[in-house]
């Protein structure tokens, strides 16, 4: 079983819609929590941390369930630039060197 | 956000020959770093932990001999790809991290030998 699973999509939605990402993790001694943007042929960039209490950053929303090793990712008002692979991602912790786990990505295509 | 840089952005190789890729934090200090490698369609995959003044830390797997890290100093980590052959043609990622924990990816680097 991988470290990190998502949905691989592609997710092919129109402008203005509502998405969601799923991801589940195995280990249960992860520390934090992050969503990655990748956009083709290009670095990842942080989208945003992820909290137990869930936090919201404009249109995106992050929710983490401990208990259940399960991450989301919502997407309110899609736009054609938010096309792009959402990356989830887990780190261990300080003690066990900070390795980031990185899922494999689940694809988003937003369309006019 | 925190800026790394790396360098160069592409090479092309002729197989058997070595290649250097620098990866500088920009703006801040980074006593770790880290070396990523995707393949296409793939996502990252962790190579090696580079530790400023001390051996670099790999992943099972990754050949120690053939991609020989350096972390000189606190802004800058270097892999060489030694004797590169075809199948070591990939994007290749650097991160640094911040005392917060979080990590900040140099823009990366494709590798392709032929």
């Known amino acids: 079983r991988k470290e990190v699973e998502q949905d691989p999509g592609p997710f092919n939605v129109p402008e203005g819609a509502t998405v969601a990402f799923n991801c589940t993790y195995s280990?249960?001694?992860?520390?934090?929590f992050f969503w990655y943007r990748q956009d083709c042929r290009k670095e990842p960039k942080l989208l945003m941390s992820?909290?137990?209490s869930g936090n919201e950053d404009g249109r995106f929303t992050a929710q983490l369930n401990r208990a259940s090793q399960y991450i989301s990712l919502l997407i309110r008002d899609s736009k054609l630039s938010d096309s792009a692979t959402y990356l989830c991602?887990?780190?261990?912790?300080?003690?066990?060197?900070?390795?980031?786990?990185f899922g494999a990505g689940t694809i988003l295509r937003v369309k006019s | 956000g925190a800026v790394v840089s790396q360098h160069p952005s592409w090479v092309i190789c002729k197989s058997g020959t070595s290649v250097k890729i620098e990866c500088r934090s920009l703006?801040?200090?980074?006593?770790?770093m880290f070396w990523y490698r995707q393949f296409p369609k793939q996502s990252l995959m962790l190579m090696a932990t580079?530790?400023?003044?001390?051996?670099?830390?790999?992943e099972q797997g990754v050949e120690k001999d053939k991609f020989l890290i350096n972390h000189a100093s606190l802004t800058l980590s270097t892999l060489t790809v030694t004797s590169a052959h075809p199948e070591d043609s990939s994007f290749y990622i650097c991160?640094?991290?911040?005392?917060?924990?979080?990590?900040?990816f140099g823009p990366g680097t494709r590798l392709t030998v032929l």
């Open positions: 991160s640094a991290i911040l005392t917060s924990g979080t990590q900040f």
């Open positions: 280990n249960s001694a992860s520390q934090s």
């Open positions: 992820v909290y137990s």
């Open positions: 991602v887990v780190n261990s912790g300080w003690e066990y060197g900070n390795k980031l786990v």
């Open positions: 703006d801040f200090q980074a006593t770790t």
């Open positions: 580079s530790n400023e003044g001390s051996k670099a830390t790999y």
